[in-house]
């Protein structure tokens, strides 16, 4: 069954380091998304993106995150200069063309830790 | 922003008990999800609604939209031990952007 793998699943980085999450959606997939989970907490939504643009972006996206689709196959989220708040589990999902209904997979995530 | 409340935040039960959570909002959704969060892996989801009233099964688990779109509930019935997680209702108005609840975590008492 085909799903969202997720590189490093774990990065340990210090505070103002730049770090790239890496996710690989799956394959027929065109919706691409970011969330994150404190420890302990909700699951967050950060940014969608189709079509090589952003769609939608919440409030804690700010200039410090960006995400880029460099080829065909990753999908990355990169955040400019860490901090001890961005510690957090980070989830990639992604979904069909045809499911209007926001089917989303999500990848098993990346936990970051800043230091 | 919206907001979801999910209840309880935590339960124990008994291995064959029922289980049921329920999701409110002050907002209306047009789609609610139920997603389940295994221990160091991503939320998978469980069962979508679509429609105001709607009722879903999935196996033992039960989700209903409330006729409001303003609640949603998810029954999980004659537990067992793989059902030990965390649930997280959500929503979505198909603007690309769920909105999650809290989580109801689930414990299973031997």
């Not at chain 1, 643009?53 to 065909?72: A, C, L, N, Y």
């Not at chain 1, 989220?77 to 999500?106: G, H, N, V, W």
Request: net charge negative; proline share 5%.
């Amino acid at each position: 069954e085909p799903e969202v793998t997720q590189t490093p699943s774990h990065q340990v980085t210090q505070m103002g380091q730049e770090v790239i999450l890496r996710c690989v959606p799956i394959s027929n997939h065109l919706y691409f998304y970011w969330y994150r989970q404190i420890l302990g907490q909700k699951v967050e939504f950060l940014v969608s993106f189709y079509n090589n643009e952003i769609s939608e972006k919440s409030e804690i996206f700010d200039d410090q995150f960006s995400v880029e689709r460099p080829d065909g196959s990753n999908f990355t989220l990169k955040i400019r200069s860490t901090k001890l708040e961005d510690s957090a589990m980070y989830f990639c999902a992604s979904s069909a063309p045809d499911t209007a209904d926001y089917e989303q997979y999500f990848g098993p995530g990346t936990r970051l830790t800043v230091t | 922003g919206q907001q979801l409340n999910q209840s309880p935040q935590s339960m124990f039960i008994q291995e064959g008990e029922d289980v049921s959570m329920n999701c409110t909002s002050s907002s209306i959704f047009n789609t609610w999800l139920w997603y389940k969060q295994d221990p160091g892996e991503g939320p998978v989801l469980l069962i979508a609604l679509y429609k105001a009233g709607e009722l879903t099964s999935n196996g033992r688990l039960t989700a209903q939209f409330g006729i409001t779109r303003k609640d949603s509930f998810l029954n999980i019935s004659a537990s067992i031990p793989s059902d030990v997680g965390i649930y997280f209702c959500a929503g979505t108005n198909r603007d690309d952007k769920i909105i999650f609840g809290k989580g109801t975590r689930l414990h299973i008492l031997p």
